[in-house]
């Protein structure tokens, strides 16, 4: 099928004619065109060649591995291959030498993997990246039992013949020190390092596994090839977990300023925006900035400037976004339990038609806000881009003074949404915009149809403070008296209190340094709290399942320290 | 202000997280149980690596057939020491402890008839009611196996005769002949 473009009639191919993906024209010349089975999305999601190179040398080893278990003689090969490989080594030990090596091998079996790992997982707790960390427990905990379970099928002894000087425990092959080793240092590589620091790091990490490496066979502990296998093991394990499960496009790692859900839109990820861009919407991109990162945390906000001089708004989602905000979300039911009936968003493509939609909705009803555009599949589930108007020289509401005739737009923003029945739910001052005078809001992703009673009123309560921070609340509360009754108003701040604002609005009360909301509870009639705290038995029960499910976790990893290399 | 999320969708998620991680680390934990296994007498598969673990003993421990109701649960080996615990239905969890190590320290234990070739054995016991405690040693050249007995109330000493006779003593130069006999011409 065919369609003359993107909002009309659609045409059936002429007779004979080969069949055409391409789908629609657009305003900007270029075609639209419908991805053809088979043809890989604009970011596909695949392993980076390191990380398939050290599965294949992982599979090589477990081949290996099979041969030695089913024949006797693959075994005698081996071992005679590697004492020949060692002899050398071994035979011409000076003493020097010797303490050093030893001291090496101490020092890497017994003490160099707890002191990275504790460091590992101390930083990415600091740094709140809690994937990585679990993502470090889980790596060292399936390299120990990987390396132990095949130690114990294989059975092979230390090197036969040969002295050791050095520490060592259990079967030979693959090493465990080396694969612990290997795993910690990739893993605090990867939850640490910065991605622009990387190679250095795994050059020392390479360096380090490579000297250590020649210390376990130095010491006659390991034979050679129960250091390589060792080492792959540890490697590939600890690469394919963290590029699987936390890939750096992702979940980059990034200190200082920057916000740890805003994601890099340069390098692969800016070429498949701009394709996708191209191909779905017909918009040929010149230039990609973040813009406004500052006020967002649940996305990464986006100004595209198209080959035609037009500006367009357009915001990242990937699955960091959604677990970032699984996890407020479920901090917050602990807390307050239930305080609306809700769900949650279970994937980024639901939370981007969300967004689409509520953009729809609320132009249909009047609020003003940027008119959407459509949406860019960037991975299939896992990142889209939301497209919509950029609003050309508008400013945060609190860059610029507010005059009586925002405050009305504002308020009366408010009784739009009230009218119609919605709740934007994220009222704060970097999601309302000025421009050319008038308000705007913007950022409905978590807009909802039908709220709570309670909900709409701490919508109204969360404007009123924006207003306020930037004149008087006597001033915000008279315009509010023109549209909603006294008794709607003392409801607001009845509902309203430090948990019911959006971080970015209560940061900025508190740094007004007036006392807002007692300002305004004063002005308006008496009422008492609405309390948020909802006690249910669905509550409890979550309460108790997340205790106990930390209390059988904090015991199996105690229980295990030593098993993991952590003590 | 941001949605919330339902709690069996919640429920799920920290189960497969949970599972995930509980699972790995279980894995471990039984793994390294799994290790080493028993040192039987017949293959020599962790005999070699406990010959290893004190390369100085003349005599090397295995077991033959365990009494019933006796399991071996742990072995570790090092490069001092292999010890091996044992459980017993009757005698309770870790009611028998082996240890092959270089020398030890016999104490107040009293030498007795010996059963095992050369070993000199020595015995002590340090409680033998309400439930039987003691120590039996086996000291030769180069090495000294011995056994710590700590039984659940109420069971009998006997078990510990009985388990005690499982032990066997091999020699290194059989070991090393076997050793050249069917995988390489190296000694352990």
């Known amino acids: 099928m065919q369609r003359d473009d993107a909002s009309g009639p659609l045409r059936l191919p002429s007779p004979g004619k080969p069949p055409v993906t391409e ?95 504790w460091v590992t997982l101390l930083g990415a707790l600091l740094a709140r990246r809690i994937r990585h960390a679990v993502l470090l427990i889980t790596t060292l905990a399936l390299t120990a039992a990987a390396v132990t379970i095949v130690a114990a099928e294989i059975g092979r002894p230390r090197p036969l013949g040969m002295t050791r000087l050095g520490d060592w425990e259990g079967f030979a092959q693959p090493s465990r020190p080396v694969a612990l080793l290997a795993a910690v240092m990739v893993a605090c590589t990867l939850t640490l390092v910065p991605a622009t620091g990387r190679t250095y790091a795994h050059w020392t990490t390479g360096i380090v596994l490579v000297i250590f490496g020649f210390a376990q066979v130095y010491t006659a502990v390991d034979h050679p090839t129960d250091v ?10 600890a690469l394919v977990f963290y590029r699987t ?19 890099d839109v340069t390098g692969a990820r800016g070429e498949a925006i701009r394709r996708g861009l191209r191909r779905q919407l017909a918009i040929e991109a010149i230039e990609i900035e973040p813009v406004g990162l500052e006020g967002s945390s649940g996305s990464t906000p986006l100004r595209v400037t198209a080959a035609d001089g037009d500006v367009l708004f357009a915001k990242l989602y990937a699955r960091s976004h959604l677990r970032s905000d699984r996890s407020y979300k479920l901090w917050r039911t602990l807390v ?212 106990l499910v930390a209390f059988f976790l904090g015991a199996v990893f105690i229980s295990n320290l030593g098993d993991i290399g952590l003590r | 202000m941001k949605p919330r999320c339902d709690y069996g969708g919640l429920l799920r998620r920290t ?65 001092d020491r292999t010890v091996v615990t044992l459980d017993s239905d009757r005698a309770g969890d870790g009611a028998a402890v082996l240890r092959f190590e270089e020398r030890c320290d016999v104490g107040e234990a009293v030498p007795a008839p010996g059963h095992l070739g050369s070993a000199q054995r020595y015995d002590l016991v340090v409680s033998a009611a309400p439930s039987f405690e003691g120590r039996r040693y086996y000291v030769f050249p180069g090495g000294c196996v011995w056994w710590a007995f700590d039984f659940d109330s109420g069971t009998s000493a006997t078990e510990a005769v009985a388990l005690a006779e499982a032990l066997v003593l091999i020699s290194r130069e059989d070991l090393n002949a076997s050793v050249r006999e069917s995988f390489i011409d190296e000694e352990i």
């Open chain 1, 23 to 117: 789908i629609s024209s657009s305003r900007h010349g270029h075609q639209r065109r419908r991805r053809p089975s088979g043809e890989p999305p604009p970011l596909p999601r695949e392993l980076n060649r390191a990380a398939i190179g050290w599965l294949i040398a992982f599979v090589f080893w477990a081949a290996i591995w099979v041969w030695v278990f089913l024949s006797d003689r693959a075994g005698i090969w081996i071992t005679e291959f590697d004492l020949r490989l060692m002899a050398p080594v071994v035979d011409n030990r000076v003493a020097w030498l010797d303490s050093v090596m030893s001291t090496i091998n101490e020092f890497g079996t017994h003490w160099f993997v707890a002191l990275i790992g």
């Open chain 1, 228 to 237: 390589a296998a060792g080492a792959s093991v540890g490697v590939a394990l």
């Open chain 1, 245 to 263: 499960i936390a890939p750096e496009a992702v979940f980059p790692i990034t200190y200082g300023s920057g916000k740890t859900a805003h994601l």
């Open chain 1, 336 to 547: 307050y339990g239930r305080l609306e009936d809700e769900q949650h968003f279970t994937s980024v493509r639901r939370l981007v038609q969300q967004e689409d939609y509520m953009l729809h909705v609320m132009q249909r009803v009047g609020v003003p806000t940027a008119k959407p555009i459509g949406i860019v599949e960037i991975t299939p589930d896992r990142e889209y881009l939301l497209v919509a108007e950029f609003l050309d020289g508008a400013v945060e509401i609190s860059d610029v003074e507010i005059t009586e005739a925002m405050i009305d737009d504002a308020l009366g923003i408010v009784e739009i949404l009230w009218r119609s029945g919605l709740a934007h739910r994220d009222i704060k001052p970097s999601n309302i915009m000025v421009q050319d005078g008038q308000v705007k809001l913007i950022d409905v992703a978590f807009a909802q149809i039908r709220p709570s009673p309670w909900r709409q009123a701490v919508d109204l309560a969360n404007m009123m403070l924006v207003l306020g921070l930037g004149s008087s609340p006597e001033t915000v509360y008279e315009r509010a008296r023109l549209r909603f009754s006294d008794d709607e108003l003392a409801e607001a701040f009845a509902a309203s209190r430090g948990v019911t604002l959006p971080s970015q609005l209560r940061r900025a009360v508190r740094a007004d340094g007036r006392e807002m909301l007692q300002e305004y509870r004063a002005l308006a009639p008496h009422r008492s709290p609405v309390s948020i705290q909802r006690w249910s038995f669905r509550r409890l029960a979550l309460t108790g399942w997340v205790v």
């Open chain 2, 15 to 79: 189960a497969i997280i949970t599972g995930s991680i509980a699972a790995g680390l279980l894995a471990v934990a039984c793994s390294v149980q799994e290790t080493i296994p028993a040192p039987g007498c017949v293959d020599g598969a962790s005999g070699l690596i406990m010959a290893q673990s004190v390369p100085t003993a003349s005599q090397l421990p295995c077991f033959t057939q365990l009494p019933d109701g006796w399991k071996v649960v742990t072995v570790n080996v090092n490069q």
